[in-house]
């Protein structure tokens, strides 16, 4: 009898297996849930990788900015603070604004650039100078990746604000001309300069959190106030159009940095969950007095990311919601804590507080924040290199507080030494693809979703992500 229901218990798992997997399609041959996955293409016979690219040592950097909105200027100012650079080129579809940009190079001393404006199409007469090293580029979202693929094949190196791709056709499309070309592809992202999370990952990579395990980001910033301010009202269509985190370099960027990703670890998939729209569909309604039609973007996106090396990642996005501004960033090791927003702190397990830091250390209070006075002693012991040389000019040439400022530097730094950029054309990859990877999720009652190897095969041939310097 006992036998006779063993059996069918056997049997009716078997048919609940099969069901699963010959219905759905779901499982893999182990029986584990199948993430959805999207088109990885196999990378072009004769194309190499650019990890670690090196390009020839450039004395002076000569550089063309296309788009002077709102961050373009402020770009500009910016390098006219940098020794070694050459702001040859502006361009923007609005003659005025390349006008105004004019003005601070006069106000600082230097020579007029050449001027591109008045069609949608002049930015490409820019790239095709031949007197230009980088092509520097603050337009909006949609226009990014077709700007960067063609100042690469136009020779030129290329660094584009947040973020630089917004399908996964275009990244694999800027991966390729990347790779083709052998030119540098650098996402803007100026979040991983910033004071506290440099300081971080410093600390980090100094093994003083132990093994890290759970990192957070998120852009959670309420832009009801300035909508207005974008050319064509290019910022809200694409809210109004897409679903899933848009925006999530700000969050990316310092977490896949600790968690050296493509250098020792990769992501394997995702899984997204949204809150209903709301409050930007109601401004455009009761403020704009417009129809909101069908409003896409979320009120609050939640992202869980789960790594090879079995770490995890969650990133949140909130552009609607009254809430005060924060990247949350936050780490959890085996042996420590750091947090950004809303309060900045530590807690560190006794152990990894040298006394040199705090002389009492055996009574602190594990259970909570490190004093006030022990972070700061623990953020100048650990002060990065990167802000030990910068930090003075940089919080005096400001943008955020100096972290556009040490961006543009380390940029400018690398070119002019022939050292491998900050940031690669993968990281510009891995930072941007959760926009369309996180739609995908959702669009699937927030299906796990596959996140591609967009090194194709190279993530581990690198130990440990390093910012490189002249030896
Ligand atoms: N990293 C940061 O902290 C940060 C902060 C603000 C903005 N951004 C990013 O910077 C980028 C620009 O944002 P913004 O606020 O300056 O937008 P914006 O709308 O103010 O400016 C965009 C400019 O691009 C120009 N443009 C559009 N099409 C063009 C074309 N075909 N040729 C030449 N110029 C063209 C427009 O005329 C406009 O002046 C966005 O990607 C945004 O996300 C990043």
């Not at 579809?93 to 008045?118: C, F, M, N, W």
């Not at 961006?407 to 050292?419: F, P, V």
């Not at 990281?427 to 996180?438: M, N």
Request: charged share 25%; net charge negative.
């Amino acid at each position: 009898m006992k036998k006779l229901f063993n059996l069918l218990v056997l049997a009716l798992l078997l048919t609940g297996c099969t069901l699963i997997s010959s219905e759905n399609n779901k499982n893999d041959a182990n029986g584990n849930f199948k993430p959805l996955t999207t088109k990885s293409p196999e990378r072009p016979p004769g194309q190499k990788d650019v990890l670690g690219l090196t390009a020839p040592k450039i004395e002076t950097v000569r550089v063309g900015f296309i788009g002077l909105g709102q961050r373009g200027p402020r770009a500009v100012s910016r390098f006219t603070h940098i020794p070694g650079v050459e702001i040859v080129a502006l361009c923007d579809l609005h003659a005025d604004r390349v006008e105004k940009t004019q003005k601070i190079l006069e106000k600082a001393g230097l020579p007029a650039a050449a001027e591109y404006s008045g069609s949608e199409e002049s930015w490409k007469e820019l790239c095709q100078r031949d007197d230009i090293d980088l092509v520097y580029i603050t337009t909006d979202w949609k226009r990014h990746a077709s700007m960067m693929i063609y100042a690469m094949e136009q020779g030129k190196h290329t660094a584009c604000e947040v973020p630089a791709a917004m399908t996964m056709e275009e990244i694999w499309d800027v991966i390729d001309t990347a790779e083709k070309t052998q030119k540098h592809c650098m996402q803007l992202e100026n979040c991983v300069y910033d004071f506290f999370e440099l300081t971080t990952l410093n600390m980090a990579q100094k093994g003083v959190f132990g093994e890290v395990l759970y990192v957070e980001g998120a852009y959670i910033h309420h832009l009801e106030d300035i909508w207005d301010r974008f050319e064509s009202d290019w910022r809200l269509e694409y809210n109004k159009n897409h679903r899933g985190d848009i925006y999530a370099t700000h969050g990316m960027g310092p977490v896949c940095q600790l968690l050296d990703i493509h250098r020792g670890d990769k992501m394997n998939y995702l899984v997204a969950m949204d809150s209903k729209p709301v409050s930007i569909h109601n401004y455009i309604k009761n403020v704009r007095g417009e129809d909101p039609g069908d409003f896409k973007n979320g009120q609050h996106t939640m992202t869980m990311i789960k790594t090879e090396k079995g770490k995890t990642i969650h990133i949140q996005h909130d552009v609607a919601s009254p809430r005060p501004y924060s990247r949350m960033y936050q780490l959890t090791g085996t042996k420590g804590f750091a947090n950004k927003y809303p309060v900045q702190g530590y807690a560190l397990e006794s152990s990894q507080i040298d006394s040199d830091v705090a002389p009492n250390h055996e009574e602190l209070n594990q259970h909570s924040f490190l004093s006030e006075e022990v972070m700061k002693a623990l953020m100048e012991k650990y002060k990065h290199p990167i802000h030990k040389e910068l930090e003075e000019k940089a919080k005096k040439v400001g943008g955020h507080g100096g972290m556009d400022f040490i961006m543009d530097s380390r940029l400018i730094y690398c070119l002019q030494n022939g050292l491998p950029l900050d940031m690669d054309v993968y990281d510009l990859a891995e930072w941007t693809c959760l926009a369309p990877l996180t739609a995908l999720s959702l669009e699937n009652n927030s299906a796990p979703v596959e996140i591609p190897d967009f090194t194709r095969g190279g993530w581990n041939k690198t130990k440990g992500y390093r910012h490189a310097f002249v030896e």
